[in-house]
């Protein structure tokens, strides 16, 4: 594996937990009546975004071999 895939895919980890992060944070708040401003849709968004981001790592790491 090359030293530019292995960061990519770092990266790309990372990414996937700071999105999930967000969104259960969020998620958790609003359920508390703290963050009640936020429509669901956001939050769906923000856990579709980090599905979306955990898929592209994993295909990253497994078929793109570059």
């Known amino acids: 594996m090359s030293q530019s895939s292995s960061k990519l895919n770092r990266a790309l980890?990372?990414?996937f937990g700071l999105f999930l992060?967000?969104?259960i944070a969020v998620w958790v708040l609003r359920g508390?009546?703290?963050l009640?401003?936020?429509?669901?849709?956001i939050i769906l968004l923000?856990?579709?975004l980090a599905i979306a981001i955990a898929?592209?790592?994993y295909v990253?790491?497994?078929?793109?071999?570059?």
């Open 13 to 15: 980890t990372q990414a």
């Open 60 to 66: 990253q790491r497994t078929w793109w071999r570059f």
């Open 21 to 23: 992060g967000i969104a």
């Open 36 to 41: 009640t401003f936020i429509p669901g849709g």
């Open 46 to 48: 923000l856990f579709v």
């Open 32 to 34: 508390f009546g703290i």
């Open 55 to 57: 898929i592209l790592s």
